[in-house]
């Protein structure tokens, strides 16, 4: 049976559910390595032994680029590039290794991107990149950043199976301090809607339904967020457990 801490009083509950936060753990150690991210670990983990210094990482919200951004950043020393600081660092110049997330937004200054990508190239300065799409629908206003980009040794970070999906129920619930009983994620897993988005709403709304009912994630507690997502779908059926109330 899945244990966690719990408040005592329903008062206090409501209470804890509106204050506490949780902190995702992104060390080295906590990222979960399977098929459909291996190759970008690994380009990670090969640092500084890299043959050209762009890297690209492309994949939905959630699939774990920002990780990899901070694992980077932790072998590298990398600076994390805001917005409006591309003129300026290609500007300066030098060959401390950068981060740019997020880098297929509309709000980046082109202009800047274009010259630090320049700068990255012609002096071997370590770059990473993380983008929700390929370059090729980037929303540039021309192709001279596309073309830059297209240079970047890319890699795309997909879940592919039903264990990397169980891996990161894993560690999300564990980011909230939270064990959970592994035959609950298999449940869960079997049923939901196959995406990293998913996972994420799932382990919230366990956790707010839990700390609502002052109780830890049961099993009864997993169907009934299937339903509410499930409802939320716009789907007719429910879910059901042969005695799904193991409280």
Known sequence: MATSARPDSVSETRQLTFELGHTPAHGEADFLVGEGNE????RIMAFPHWG???TLLVGPAKSGKSHLARIFADRSGAVFAGINDLEALARDGGQGALVVEDVDRLDYDEAGLFHLLNQCMRD???LLLTASEEVAN?????????SRA???TAFTLE???DIQLSHMFVKLFGDRQITVDPKIIAYLVARMERSTEEVVLLVDLMDRL??????AITRSIAAEALDQRQTAHGAQH??????PDDE
């Open 52 to 54: 050209d210094p762009l």
């Open 138 to 146: 980037w929303p540039l206003a021309t192709d001279d950043v596309r």
């Open 210 to 215: 839990a700390l609502a009912k002052g109780t």
């Open 150 to 152: 297209r240079r970047a």
């Open 159 to 161: 879940l592919t199976d």
């Open 39 to 42: 190759l970008a670990y690994g």
């Open 124 to 126: 071997h300065r370590p």
């Open 238 to 243: 429910g879910h059901e457990w042969e005695n």
